[in-house]
T-cell receptor
Framework: EIVLTQSPGTLSLSPGERATLSCRAS???????LTWYQQKRGQAPRLLIH???NRASGIPDRFSGSGSGTDFTLTISRLEPEDFAVYYC?????????FGQGTKLEIK | QVTLKESGPVLVKPTETLTLTCTVS??????????VTWVRQPPGKALEWLAH???????SYNTSLNSRLTISKDTPNSRVVLSMTNMDPVDTATYFC????????????WGQGILITVSS
């Protein structure tokens, strides 16, 4: 099973700043099937980025994803107030999925 | 418009079997490029993938829960059912169903979730 480790656990920033979230896999993620989700309190997760770097429909272009193999990054170029939430990475491989433990993005 | 909605008992007793239903609309469970998955989230904790089923009836389970889970689909009635046996208080969580897009193996639409509490 591939283990995903997200860092940092909590990121404290101000609106307008740039956020960089990391997701490291214990083995190479096949096919770059690495996905990022945003989850706000009391809500279901929302798909942000698929195949490591492709924005989902309706996602603002301040969100971008990069990486391959075992190291992946989600970048939010200029934080808006609505971006403060928990972010999860997820991988798919050999017919199973795993999630990272999440990064909480909080207002400084 | 794609929607998914979870239903089931909100309270189960330890050792009982939980049966959850995901009713979908806006797409067909026979659509070749899709599947449906179940994910859970204990209060204040991370997401955990449980199981999925694709349109060709291919199924897969989280190996740590494999022996307790069964997933099936009722295509004519647009429902996916997840059963989990021998429930324990640690299984208390919000259970989500979501649609899988086979193109990227991501979960592109989610239900609102249902909080299941395990307590005697």
């Amino acid at each position: 099973e591939i283990v995903l480790t997200q860092s940092p656990g909590t990121l404290s920033l101000s609106p307008g700043e740039r956020a960089t979230l990391s997701c490291r896999a214990s083995q190479s993620v096949s096919g770059n099937y690495l996905t990022w989700y945003q989850q706000k309190r009391g809500q279901a997760p929302r798909l942000l980025i698929h195949r490591a770097s492709n924005r989902a429909s309706g996602i603002p272009d301040r969100f971008s994803g990069s990486g391959s193999g075992t190291d992946f990054t989600l970048t939010i170029s200029r934080l808006e107030p609505e971006d403060f939430a928990v972010y999860y990475c997820q991988q798919y491989g050999t017919s199973s999925y795993t999630f990272g433990q999440g990064t909480k993005l909080e207002i400084k | 418009q794609v929607t998914l909605k979870e239903s089931g008992p909100v309270l189960v007793k330890p050792t009982e079997t939980l049966t959850l239903t995901c009713t979908v609309s806006g797409f067909s469970l026979s659509q070749p490029d899709t599947g449906v998955t179940w994910v859970r989230q204990p209060p204040g904790k991370a997401l955990e993938w449980l199981a999925h089923i694709f349109s060709n009836d291919e199924k897969s389970y989280n190996t740590s829960l494999n022996s307790r889970l069964t997933i099936s689909k009722d295509t004519p009635n647009s429902r996916v059912v997840l059963s989990m046996t021998n429930m324990d208080p640690v299984d208390t969580a919000t259970y989500f169903c979501a649609r899988i897009s086979i193109h990227s193996y991501d979960f592109d639409y989610w239900g609102q979730g249902i909080l299941i509490t395990v307590s005697s």
